[in-house]
Each structure stands twice: as structure tokens, then as C-alpha cells.
């Protein structure tokens, strides 16, 4: 079965940086899509970002783009997340995803999902 296991959450002060990563295994998908999603209290599901697998294509939501970086470690089956600049705005449970398809904004579209972990931004 396929399982996604994110770590890397944590408390981090405003203006700093975070690194969160997704292990994927149990899948056999040749072309597949990674994504990262976070969700605050009260608060819809919200795109943060993805990456094809097959060639490290990356698309981002507007709230991140320019201070958030997806990236792909294909020896290690680990997708990350790299968040720089970081607001109090960005504090939610971030979880990643993914899907035997193309990359979609969607959080519907994906079928498997990590069990999310929390960051925390102060100021």
C-alpha cells in the first residue's frame, strides 16, 4: 500500500526557515504527481506546491511562490519542501500527496495522503 510519511514541522520564528520532508513508498506508479497542501483551523485545504516526479517540474501556489522551493530525492523516495521568509500566516498542518497522474492545485485529484505535521510560526 502506498504510504507518505512527512516530518520536519516544528515552532519556527517569523522571517525563518523550515525544511519539511515526504517519504513515499509501497507505490509502483510510473508517472506520478507529489504535492504539498496545508490547512489551518477554521480554514480550506490550500495548495502550497508540487513536483512531477518524472522530470522535477514544479508549480506553486501564490501565497508561497518566490520563498518556497519542492524538490525530489529519487535514491531516497523523499520529496521537500523548503519555506523561507516565513509568516505567521503560514502556520498550519502541512501534508503531502500524491497520485498516478499530472500535477493538479486540486486536493481532490490526489488519493493518498501523509498524516500532516504541524508548523508553527511566531513572531
Known amino acids: 500500500q502506498v504510504q507518505l510519511v512527512e516530518s520536519g514541522g516544528g515552532l519556527v520564528q517569523a522571517g525563518g526557515s523550515l525544511r519539511l520532508s515526504c517519504v513515499v513508498s509501497?507505490?509502483?506508479?510510473?508517472?506520478?504527481?507529489m504535492a504539498w497542501f496545508r490547512q489551518a483551523p477554521g480554514k480550506e485545504r490550500e495548495f502550497v506546491g508540487g513536483i512531477m516526479w518524472s522530470d522535477g517540474s514544479t508549480i506553486y501556489g501564490n501565497s508561497v511562490k518566490g520563498r518556497t522551493t519542492i524538490s525530489r530525492d529519487n535514491a531516497e523516495n523523499t520529496a521537500y519542501l523548503q519555506m523561507n521568509s516565513l509568516k505567521v500566516e503560514d502556520t498550519a498542518v502541512y501534508y503531502c500527496?500524491?497520485?498516478?497522474?499530472?500535477?493538479?492545485?486540486?486536493?481532490?485529484?490526489?488519493?493518498?495522503w501523509g498524516q500532516g505535521t504541524q508548523v508553527t510560526v511566531s513572531t
Open positions: 509501497g507505490h509502483t506508479f510510473s508517472l506520478y504527481a
Open positions: 500527496a500524491t497520485h498516478p497522474g499530472r500535477l493538479s492545485v486540486l486536493a481532490s485529484r490526489y488519493d493518498y
